[in-house]
């Protein structure tokens, strides 16, 4: 069984690794940030909390963002193992974490500040499928129209510059932190992020020996 972590600032690809990991070796990929879109998207009471919190660029709060991670690992349809992508955000939950769970390893994409400004702030997002695009590696073949279904596309929501610097500060503050905890424990794999996805997802496979 294969369990990781995957770690790193907004924009910095952890979406795009983890779900290559998943497609090749049939695991589960659990994002608290989909977790999230979805309560955003069917205006759920938690969507409502959530969707103001991360507007002002701060990070959900510990106990409930424990909470939600803790009830999808408990559905246990990781036969195969998962990968877990937006959490943990601070040692607190870290700590939560593993007391609970054993992971193989933490895998940390690295990516400087201003590469992962660039990135995000080029970010699209279909406002009718959800397809994601980027204006730098992924652009719509008609400008603001999705390939696949012809709906508009749009900034999300909480990707503005004032935001993003405050999830910037947020994570150097408050993420990097974890690395720490982990480090001790011989989990983390570092990997330079600032590379075309396919070298990173060598990397990735290589350091992990899979």
Not at 57 to 64: F, I, K, P, T
Not at 161 to 181: D, F
Not at 184 to 202: F, W, Y
Request: hydrophobic share 40%; with cysteine.
């Amino acid at each position: 069984m294969h369990k990781y972590v995957i770690m790193g600032v907004q924009g910095c690809g952890k979406g795009t690794q983890a779900s290559m990991l998943v497609d090749a070796f049939d695991l589960v990929h659990i994002s608290v940030g989909d977790i999230f879109r979805w309560h955003i998207k069917n205006h759920t009471k938690l969507g409502a909390q959530v969707k103001r919190i991360v507007a002002s660029g701060n990070l959900v709060g510990d106990e409930v963002v424990e909470g939600i991670v803790n009830r999808r690992l408990e559905e246990h349809d990781w036969n195969f193992g998962f990968v877990l992508d937006g959490f943990p955000r601070s040692e607190s939950q870290a700590q939560f974490f593993l007391e609970r769970y054993d992971i193989d390893a933490v895998i940390h994409i690295q990516v400087p500040d201003e590469v992962v400004r660039e990135r995000v702030l080029s970010r699209r997002l279909c406002r009718d499928c959800g397809l994601d695009y980027n204006l730098i590696s992924h652009r719509p073949a008609v400008e603001n129209i999705c390939d696949v279904c012809g709906g508009g596309l749009v900034s999300r929501p909480d990707d503005t510059s004032e935001a993003l610097a405050g999830r910037l500060k947020e994570y150097h503050s408050k993420t990097e932190p974890v690395l720490g905890l982990f480090q001790r424990k011989e989990l983390v794999l570092n990997i330079d992020g600032t590379r075309p996805p396919a070298s990173i997802q060598a990397d990735i496979r290589a350091q992990l020996g899979i």
